[in-house]
């Protein structure tokens, strides 16, 4: 009999149904998802429109390729500019985020006729070829894997930057803030430096949002607090909701042709339907406003907590770092509180729910922290 490939240490839990932020498993065990599958529940689970408009599009079509019309596209491309305030950019829509940083390097080195690239440490762009490359962690980068062009600079410091990053760098990748990395953000100095700096070089600078951006931080992108326009954006987790797309925004200078690019299952019918959904939810419920308001309040109330050493974060994009290893309390509010949390490295909770959550769902999950806290 085939088994699966062991790759994944798992809890001994198998979820059966989910309903905004509730989710209950097979024996009819209610949690609260704080976590949302690594930052992809946007929107809540099985949000009625969602579901709705994804089962009236799979009744008429599912998929079809690239070769011919999808009407979602545009209308996805027309609505992703508008809400994130990228108008003129141009959309290549891919299936996840991995995909899209890898796509975005290629754009990189095309436009430019170069190979090099600067990265940052504790970074993380997935694990495909060119993603992994540019990721910090040597373990997961196999002896196929080609790093040779790639150099690590560290994270927030913009003394060296000039060295670094030269007239033979293709492309600048960071994260507006990093997820696996712990929940650091990027400080509006350096990211103002690096685009003063790919500028001054002709590198193209790429901002992973794959986890921070499509509102999360309470901005739909987190590097617009920084004010700055990278030359592109990659994106994917909560941009479905659960259904697998991701892409690349564009800035105009970067011109296409046909075969750059290309995709099978990327822009497909479904795919586009989850991804309007997703922004049409967003705007009608403000959860944009609702990120930023929630997340300060949770912020604050940590604050207030014995135990924790730091909070950093934006929006609903929150790190807690504590005095003591974080295992036993993911466990704790895992198995005793029915808490679903993320975490990042050996101490920092991870905590990356839906956009729409309440104070309610905040209050049950800071009084369960404390209880844990408290031992």
């Not at 062991?6 to 979820?15: A, F, R, S």
């Not at 990748?173 to 103002?192: D, M, N, Y």
């Not at 001054?200 to 987190?222: N, W």
Request: charged share 15%.
């Amino acid at each position: 009999m085939m088994k699966l490939f062991d790759v994944y240490p798992l809890y001994p839990i198998e979820l059966m149904k989910a309903q905004g932020s509730t989710v209950w498993d097979k024996n009819g065990q209610e949690y609260l998802d704080l976590y949302g599958g690594h930052a992809v529940i946007s929107i809540g689970h099985s949000h009625p429109t969602y579901v709705a408009r994804m089962t009236e599009q799979l009744s008429n079509i599912g998929f079809y390729s690239n070769s011919i019309i999808i009407g979602g596209q545009a209308e996805l491309a027309e609505k992703l500019g508008r809400v994130s305030g990228y108008p003129s950019y141009q959309l290549f829509l891919t299936n996840s985020g991995a995909e899209s940083n890898e796509n975005a390097l290629k754009l990189a080195s095309f436009h430019t006729g170069r190979k090099k690239v600067v990265a940052f440490t504790k970074a993380f762009h997935g694990r495909t070829a060119g993603a992994v490359a540019v990721t910090d962690n040597p373990s997961i980068v196999a002896p196929i894997n080609d790093t040779s062009h790639v150099t690590f600079h560290p994270f927030n410091q913009i003394e060296g930057l000039s060295d670094v990053i030269t007239e033979e760098t293709a492309a600048v990748i960071v994260e507006g803030i990093q997820g696996v990395g712990g929940i650091q953000v990027a400080s509006t100095p350096f990211l103002k430096a690096l685009r003063q700096r790919c500028d001054e070089t002709g590198a193209q600078l790429i901002l992973d949002s794959v986890q921070c951006g499509y509102g999360r931080s309470g901005k739909f992108f987190s590097h617009q607090y920084a004010g700055i326009n990278p030359d592109m954006m990659t994106t994917a987790k909560g941009m479905g909701n659960g259904f697998p797309i991701g892409g690349v925004l564009i800035a105009p200078h970067i011109q296409a042709s046909y075969g750059l690019l290309g995709t099978t299952f990327g822009g497909n019918h479904l795919a586009c339907t989850a991804a309007n959904v997703v922004l049409d939810i967003i705007e009608e419920e403000n959860l944009l406003a609702n990120a930023t308001q929630i997340g300060a309040y949770i912020e604050q109330e940590l604050a207030g907590i014995q135990g924790i050493k730091e909070v950093r974060g934006r929006g609903l994009m929150i790190g807690i770092e504590l005095e003591e290893a974080v295992g036993p309390i993911r466990d704790a509010l895992l198995h005793q509180h029915h808490i679903f949390m993320g975490y990042a490295g050996k101490h920092t909770l991870r905590l990356l729910p839906s956009l729409a959550i309440d104070q309610a769902i905040a209050d049950r999950f800071l009084e369960s922290l404390r209880s844990v806290l408290k031992g």
